[in-house]
């Protein structure tokens, strides 16, 4: 599958700080057989991904649309399509489907986010469903 992660405040904080178990969730889903696509509103992100020391497990980056995101990512006319998406909000979820995060802002050792996204998305593959609460299913047709 195809699991599209938004950088800030999904992966990373206002700070830079790289959001804990972020590693956990990339080796995860690509040991798995899985690739991981970064993408951003405000551009291409692989400075940041790369000094967090990720860039080895992501696929290809691509900039994220903020409005109109169907329409946008038909436009785009990217190599593939999202089949999943990790987003602090939760209107691009609910277009794409995937896992809505709670906004990471400040550098928090305590947070576990990032497992429980892993167990989603993995759940999602391999049964085409997931309990996690924040966990949205796909629309069918998309791509």
């Known amino acids: 599958m195809n699991f599209f992660l938004d950088v800030d405040y999904t992966l990373i904080s206002a700070n830079g700080a790289l959001r804990p178990h972020a590693d956990t969730l990339f080796s995860r889903v690509t040991d798995a057989g899985h690739a991981i696509y970064v993408w951003s509103g405000v551009g291409i992100r692989k400075y940041e991904m790369t000094r967090h020391r990720l860039d080895p497990m992501i696929t290809d980056y691509f900039e994220k649309p903020t409005a109109d995101y169907r329409a946008a990512v038909e436009r785009a006319a990217l190599p593939v399509w999202p089949d999943l998406v990790v987003d602090d909000h939760e209107e691009i ?4 489907g995937g896992v809505v995060v709670r906004p990471y802002f400040f550098a928090d050792e305590g947070d576990s ?31």
């Not at 497992?115 to 069918?140: C, E, I, K, M």
């Open 93 to 96: 979820v609910h277009e794409f």
């Open 113 to 143: 986010e990032l497992l429980n996204v892993s167990t989603a998305l993995l759940d999602y593959a391999t049964s085409g469903n997931s309990s996690f609460s924040r966990f949205v299913s796909p629309r069918h047709g998309a791509g």
